[in-house]
């Protein structure tokens, strides 16, 4: 094949996944919660590559969301390693900034 191949694919170090009820916008962090989310982990890991993501949950909307933070190890090769924990809704952005921290704050 002679033509090169286009396209996107984003390198993280840190992704942030936060149940999120239907419909998202285009770009999810335009939802209130999920912005504040991606600012908190930015303040949690400096210079750390975070994505951060909407997910659908198993279960239908409540008043607890589920946060999933996969984080890579370091090496040329670096296997993702998650923590979780269900937070109240007004509890998401804190348990998602403590989870990009390494802390432990319990499975929720």
Do not use: H, N
């Amino acid at each position: 094949m002679s033509s090169d191949p286009i396209g996107s694919a984003g390198c993280y170090d840190l992704f942030v996944l936060v149940e999120t009820a239907l419909p998202w916008p285009a770009e999810v962090t335009e939802d209130p919660v999920l912005e504040a989310v991606a600012a908190a982990a930015a303040d949690a890991a400096p210079g750390r590559r975070i994505r951060v993501q909407a997910i659908v949950g198993a279960r239908p909307p409540g008043p607890s969301r589920r946060v999933v933070v996969w984080r890579a190890g370091d090496g040329a090769t670096p296997t993702f390693t998650s923590r979780e924990a269900v937070a109240a809704r007004g509890e998401v952005v804190a348990v998602a900034a403590a989870l990009v921290a390494g802390e432990d704050v319990g499975p929720g």
